[in-house]
């Protein structure tokens, strides 16, 4: 697992932690039972408090990411892989309408815009 | 949760300073920041929790027991690190540990060596012949050796160089990763709890201004900025404090949601750092 904190980011930093272990469960680098550090062993490490690496795996384990198993710790939850492409596809959407909110504000054409797209596909 | 300490209504009367209806609570496993200016009350605070001074109304528990009454119970659990120095001069480090060792049940002499060698100290040197970094860092040493569940430090990194408060931040960390142990942590050097504390407590004048969970603080809090010709009562009622000069304005709000809904690109929301966020509380002096 890897985990790299910027502190010049406007995403606080919890919302980092658990966006990239969620990056990494869907990208299929970390997979089903395997096991995470603990929250204060996490801490401890990215020296940073408790609280946030706690708040990072509530989110996670609240969009049934992981799974806690009290006296045992946590690990990646089974995934459903349609599940994970329809969050995906939620991401990709959110980006879309920022690109294209921006287009609008410097009257870049929908067809203007679907070229560049075709072009950079290619 | 297990609450270590626990303080409720806490009040202390001097002529020219009151400390009023302090209310706040630490869990156990959790590193507390106790921020504020100078003069704010925290010294006044952590030695009331001490019962170092006789608080006027309020009550103060710590481990579930009260303070006075258990007075000698609670201490033997405590590692109390003060800002001001209070050896002997003239004695030896060992000498004052060997004093400081006899107050404590749990006194563990290879805890303390350890600390001694990993903060480059010697033993055998007088209290007067050290610098202040190094005083500091054998009060820490002694907090640190007799197994305490709460650290109380006041101040413990005033003075120190940024290397050394990194390593205390560390030693720290390590201090709590086992879940049992809590720190309450005073200084005006934010960057220092910033990052590991898990609870900001605020005090300023007297009067506790938030004591919350740092997660929360950081979402709710944002910073506000625009230009003049959009601060209306709409606005200003949103904000906490407000800081105006010729080309624009910025205050601290927890309601930038609304504010952005309303006013859209035409203002600028920003995430304050927690020293932001003091500035902007403590900003009528």
């Given at each position: 697992?890897?985990?790299?904190?910027?502190?010049?980011?406007?995403?606080?930093?919890?919302?980092?932690?658990?966006?990239?272990?969620?990056?990494?469960?869907?990208?299929?680098?970390?997979?089903?039972?395997?096991?995470?550090?603990?929250?204060?062993?996490?801490?401890?490490?990215?020296?940073i408090?408790?609280?946030?690496?706690?708040?990072?795996?509530?989110?996670?384990e609240?969009d049934?990411?992981?799974?806690?198993?009290?006296?045992?710790?946590?690990?990646?939850?089974?995934?459903?892989?349609?599940?994970?492409?329809?969050?995906?596809?939620?991401?990709?959407?959110?980006?879309?309408?920022?690109?294209?909110?921006?287009?609008?504000?410097?009257?870049?054409?929908?067809?203007?815009?679907?070229?560049?797209?075709?072009?950079?596909?290619? | 949760?297990?609450?270590?300490?626990?303080?409720?209504?806490?009040?202390?009367?001097?002529d020219?300073?009151?400390?009023?209806?302090?209310?706040?609570?630490?869990?156990?496993?959790?590193?507390?920041?106790?921020?504020?200016?100078?003069?704010?009350?925290?010294?006044?605070?952590?030695?009331?929790?001490m019962?170092?001074?006789?608080?006027?109304?309020?009550?103060?528990?710590?481990?579930?027991?009260?303070?006075?009454?258990?007075?000698?119970k609670?201490?033997?659990?405590?590692?109390?690190?003060?800002?001001?120095?209070?050896?002997?001069?003239?004695?030896?480090?060992?000498?004052?540990?060997?004093?400081?060792?006899?107050?404590?049940?749990?006194?563990?002499?290879?805890?303390?060596?350890?600390?001694?060698?990993?903060f480059?100290?010697?033993?055998?040197?007088?209290?007067?012949?050290?610098?202040?970094?190094?005083?500091?860092?054998?009060?820490?040493?002694?907090?640190?050796?007799?197994?305490?569940?709460?650290?109380?430090?006041?101040?413990?990194?005033?003075?120190?160089?940024?290397?050394?408060?990194?390593?205390?931040?560390?030693i720290?960390?390590?201090?709590?990763?086992?879940?049992?142990?809590?720190?309450?942590?005073?200084?005006?050097?934010?960057?220092?709890?910033?990052?590991?504390?898990?609870?900001?407590?605020?005090?300023?004048?007297?009067?506790?201004?938030?004591?919350?969970?740092?997660?929360?603080?950081?979402?709710?809090?944002r910073?506000?900025?625009g230009?003049?010709?959009?601060?209306?009562?709409?606005?200003?009622?949103?904000?906490?404090?407000?800081?105006?000069?010729?080309?624009?304005?910025?205050?601290?709000?927890?309601?930038?949601?609304?504010?952005?809904?309303?006013?859209?690109?035409?203002?600028?929301?920003?995430?304050?750092?927690?020293?932001?966020?003091?500035?902007?509380?403590?900003?009528?002096?």
């Open positions: 697992m890897k985990i790299i904190i910027s502190n010049s980011s406007k995403q606080p930093i919890y919302e980092q932690i658990a966006y990239q272990i969620r990056e990494q469960i869907i990208k299929g680098v970390l997979i089903e039972n395997t096991a995470l550090p603990s929250i204060r062993n996490l801490a401890k490490e990215l020296q408090s408790v609280i946030t690496t706690k708040r990072a795996y509530e989110e996670l609240r049934g990411y992981i799974n806690t198993v009290p006296g045992k710790g946590t690990f990646i939850a089974c995934q459903n892989v349609a599940d994970i492409k329809e969050q995906k596809y939620k991401m990709i959407e959110e980006d879309l309408i920022k690109i294209i909110e921006e287009s609008k504000v410097f009257d870049i054409s929908k067809s203007e815009l679907i070229e560049m797209i075709n072009l950079i596909y290619e | 949760m297990e609450k270590i300490l626990e303080i409720k209504n806490l009040s202390k009367n001097y020219n300073f009151k400390l009023e209806d302090v209310n706040f609570n630490l869990e156990k496993g959790y590193i507390m920041g106790f921020i504020g200016p100078n003069g704010a009350g925290k010294t006044t605070t952590i030695k009331l929790i019962n170092l001074i006789k608080r006027n109304s309020g009550e103060i528990k710590v481990f579930g027991l009260d303070n006075l009454h258990d007075e000698k609670i201490k033997n659990r405590i590692g109390f690190v003060y800002d001001e120095c209070n050896y002997y001069d003239n004695l030896s480090l060992k000498d004052n540990a060997k004093m400081i060792a006899d107050f404590y049940d749990k006194w563990s002499w290879s805890e303390f060596d350890k600390y001694i060698e990993k480059e100290l010697d033993k055998n040197q007088k209290i007067k012949e050290l610098s202040k970094g190094m005083k500091t860092k054998f009060a820490i040493a002694t907090a640190l050796s007799h197994d305490a569940e709460l650290l109380i430090m006041d101040e413990p990194t005033s003075g120190l160089d940024p290397i050394f408060r990194q390593e205390i931040i560390n720290l960390q390590e201090y709590i990763e086992d879940g049992n142990r809590s720190i309450i942590f005073s200084t005006h050097i934010i960057s220092d709890i910033e990052k590991m504390a898990d609870y900001i407590t605020f005090i300023n004048k007297g009067k506790i201004v938030f004591s919350e969970e740092k997660t929360k603080i950081e979402d709710e809090y910073i506000v900025k230009g003049l010709d959009i601060l209306d009562s709409g606005i200003q009622n949103n904000l906490i404090e407000i800081k105006k000069n010729k080309f624009g304005f910025s205050g601290l709000t927890l309601n930038s949601s609304a504010l952005h809904e309303k006013y859209g690109e035409a203002i600028v929301i920003d995430r304050p750092s927690i020293e932001d966020i003091m500035l902007y509380m403590a900003g009528e002096r």
